[in-house]
């Protein structure tokens, strides 16, 4: 395989994307807006994301699935528009090819690159990269932010990981908690500071997720409940996913030719 077939420009519903494929048969797409990585199958075939078969794939709204790229707000904990503009914009491509058995793309956003509206609203100097890589059954994210700007910025970041799994009441995630966490209805919990291993038990398959840089994590499901409420998500899939967030939520101020960077590994 060489480095243009390890990343091959397509598209996803209507949308713009890129496959990553690695040489051992790990797969990944990622759609331009929002750099969204928006299915992982592993080397095994297994697909390890979910997304809502009543998601929007036409960027007229954010994708009900896969990883948002959470920034500069999270959720509505701040006046901007709630979870930011990073998943609604449209991102750049930069590097992409293999390295050591790695597929791997990196994208880029830019004020260049959003809506007047959005610039007019968040007037920083900003460079967020995202460089996302596969092989064998492991997926690694890394979430770089740098101040390109003359003045110091607040801001949150969090990849808002929407994993498939079996049924949501089977699933059991250790290290969020002391006892094991068991979902059971409608869940939506911030976690300060949590431990950077956790594992996502669902029936026999168990993931290894840990993050760096993120200091906190947020765990959600909207039962059934919450669900018959979202337009772009079918009543019964709730059933289908967690989300288990690796968030920055209170990190500090970035100064003028600072970057921070987080990062995830699942496997
Ligand atoms: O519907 P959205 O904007 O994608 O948000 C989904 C959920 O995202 C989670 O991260 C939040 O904790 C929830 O409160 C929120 O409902």
């Given at each position: 395989m060489n480095h243009q077939d390890a990343a091959v420009s397509t598209t996803f519903g209507q949308l713009p994307s890129l496959l990553l494929t690695s040489p051992d048969g790990a797969q990944a797409s990622i759609t331009l807006y929002g750099a969204h990585l928006i299915s992982w199958r592993?080397?095994?075939?297994?697909?390890?994301?979910?997304?809502?078969?009543?998601?929007?794939?036409?960027?007229?709204?954010?994708?009900?699935?896969?990883?948002?790229?959470?920034?500069?707000?999270?959720?509505?904990?701040?006046?901007?528009?709630?979870?930011?503009?990073?998943?609604?914009?449209?991102?750049?491509?930069?590097?992409?090819?293999?390295?050591?058995?790695?597929?791997?793309?990196?994208?880029?956003?830019?004020?260049?690159?959003?809506?007047?509206?959005?610039?007019?609203a968040w007037p920083h100097g900003f460079e967020l990269r995202l460089r996302v890589a596969i092989r064998a059954n492991e997926l690694t994210m890394r979430f770089e932010v740098r101040n390109t700007g003359s003045e110091a910025f607040p801001f949150a970041a969090a990849l808002h990981t929407y994993f498939?799994?079996?049924?949501?009441?089977?699933?059991?995630?250790?290290?969020?908690?002391?006892?094991?966490?068991?979902?059971?209805?409608?869940?939506?919990?911030?976690?300060?500071?949590?431990?950077?291993?956790?594992?996502?038990?669902?029936?026999?398959?168990?993931?290894?997720?840990?993050?760096?840089?993120?200091?906190?994590?947020?765990?959600?499901n909207p039962g059934a409940e919450d669900a018959a409420s979202l337009a772009d998500m079918a009543d019964e899939e709730y059933r289908r996913f967690v989300c288990i967030e690796p968030a920055l939520l209170n990190g500090p101020a970035l100064q003028p030719g600072q970057s921070w960077t987080g990062e995830y590994h699942v496997s």
């Open positions: 592993g080397a095994d075939g297994r697909e390890r994301l979910f997304c809502s078969a009543k998601s929007a794939l036409d960027g007229t709204k954010a994708i009900r699935g896969g990883v948002p790229v959470i920034f500069p707000q999270f959720a509505e904990r701040g006046t901007g528009t709630r979870h930011g503009f990073a998943r609604t914009s449209i991102w750049r491509v930069g590097t992409q090819g293999l390295e050591d058995g790695w597929a791997f793309a990196v994208f880029a956003l830019a004020p260049g690159d959003l809506s007047a509206q959005h610039a007019q498939l799994v079996d049924d949501i009441a089977s699933v059991r995630i250790d290290g969020m908690e002391t006892e094991e966490l068991a979902i059971t209805g409608k869940f939506d919990r911030v976690y300060d500071r949590v431990a950077p291993r956790q594992a996502l038990v669902d029936g026999g398959v168990v993931l290894t997720l840990r993050q760096e840089g993120f200091t906190d994590a947020v765990v959600w």
